[in-house]
């Protein structure tokens, strides 16, 4: 029970550096889990009110940007009397490594969850190196250093 | 000297005064999950945030003019080679009571989940709602 009394207020996102926008509303930064599997990077994020029509996802250079647009169903004929949270779009900007294979990946989205999948590049899975014992121990020459 | 005593009272006075303004906007912390709540003459709409939960397991239970929420979510079972790089999605249970304007009329109570928001229209209990009153003139 102790993970819910954690804080949960959502997080407004800093301001983008990419000048002003047109859309009146707040832009919340969406809470992230990035999982690391064998063959794939699956980044998780919590967007309610974003479904896979209103989501966007830009990849430029290694700049990814994930931008979910919400429109609220606020019923006007009635007045506010509780307000926990804020509703306003979400907007989170992730700087991708090469070990990305950018052309494979995948996005969904389920109950106001985006899921990413970012397939590892094939230079980039791990590999086990094999390391072979030699019967004979002793100094090693680096670079034809001399030992004396 | 040093600390006398209008420092503690101006210290005190700036304590009180936080304690006011505590109230206004929207609060550092609640209980999760976060709920938003609309009122009219005869219902009340009530929506909280909590995607990727299975519709099926929340909870929505309505007494007279409380109203409890139930749910859970787990979080991703990682096998031995995988790990988390970042980790901020909440999971878990939750439980969280709130208490509404009016009593309800808990068999028209109607829910419905959409993409990760749970939204909840409360009609107003028949023998609360607002009468107008006519005045007969002689």
């Known amino acids: 029970m102790a993970e819910t009394e954690r804080e949960m207020q959502k997080k407004e ?9 047109t859309r009146s509303t707040r832009i919340y930064s969406p809470q992230v889990d990035i999982i690391e599997h064998k063959d794939d990077i699956t980044v998780i994020a ?3 009110g974003v479904d896979e029509k209103s989501v966007d996802i830009t990849l430029e250079k290694n700049i990814l940007t994930i931008y979910g647009k919400v429109d609220s169903d606020i ?7 509780l307000s926990e949270y804020g509703i306003g779009d979400y907007q989170r900007v992730f700087t991708l490594s ?5 052309d494979k990946i995948e996005a969904t989205v389920n109950n106001g969850v985006l899921r990413l999948v970012m397939p590892k590049a094939e230079s980039a899975k791990t ?8 019967g004979v121990g002793g100094l090693i020459n680096l670079n034809g250093v001399k030992h004396q | 000297m040093l600390w006398d005593s209008r420092v503690f009272d101006a210290l005190n006075e700036f304590d009180g005064m936080r304690r006011t303004f505590r109230h206004f906007g929207v609060p550092s912390t ?3 999950p976060a709920i938003n709540m609309w009122v009219s003459d005869d219902k009340a709409v009530v929506t909280t945030e909590i995607p990727g939960i299975d519709p099926g397991a929340i909870e929505i239970s309505v007494v007279k003019d409380s109203l409890t929420l139930r749910g859970s979510r787990q979080a991703a079972e990682l096998k031995a080679d995988e ?15 709130l208490q509404l304007p009016f009593s309800v009329e808990s068999a028209k109570v109607e829910a419905r989940f959409s993409k990760g928001v749970l939204s909840i229209v409360l009609p107003r209990a028949e023998a609360e ?3 107008k009153i006519a005045i007969k003139s002689e």
């Open chain 1, 13 to 21: 996102a800093e301001t983008p550096d990419t000048g002003e926008r």
């Open chain 1, 127 to 134: 590999r086990k190196i094999p390391i072979t014992a030699e």
């Open chain 2, 83 to 97: 790990s988390y790089l970042r980790r901020e999605r909440w999971n878990g249970q939750f439980s969280k009571a």
């Open chain 1, 98 to 102: 090469d070990e990305v294979d950018r």
């Open chain 1, 46 to 48: 919590d967007m309610p």
């Open chain 2, 30 to 32: 609640v209980e999760f």
């Open chain 1, 75 to 81: 019923p006007k004929t009635h007045r506010l009397s």
């Open chain 2, 129 to 131: 709602k607002p009468r």
